[in-house]
């Protein structure tokens, strides 16, 4: 399992632990290029864009997934760039902070 993909695995075991709904997005026909790679809602409903990048900081964040992010904002949801399970931790602490 390459690098991404494990704390892509990471995270979406964390999440559906702690009762998030998440949908785990594919890339390819059918997805619109930007789409996070996880989309969550946490239990007040708030919901959070992730794009996950591999850890060793060589990940870009494309064009259309920055256009997809702030949209995602100016609408009133979150959206993160996520390298490392740490900082995802940082995210969900911040995300609960709000509440
Ligand atoms: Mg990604």
């Not at 009762?19 to 785990?24: G, S, T």
């Amino acid at each position: 399992m390459k690098p991404e993909q494990r704390l892509q695995s990471q995270i979406t075991t964390f999440l559906r632990q702690n009762d998030y709904f998440i949908i785990k997005t594919q890339s390819g026909p059918g997805t619109d290029i930007g789409t996070p790679d996880i989309i969550t809602i946490d239990k007040h409903g708030k919901f959070l864009g992730l794009e996950i990048k591999r850890p060793d900081g060589q990940g870009t964040v494309s064009a259309e997934q920055k256009a997809v992010g702030a949209q995602i904002k100016r609408n009133g949801g979150l959206w993160y760039v996520i390298d490392s399970f740490t900082r995802f931790l940082e995210v969900i602490d911040d995300v609960e902070k709000l509440f």
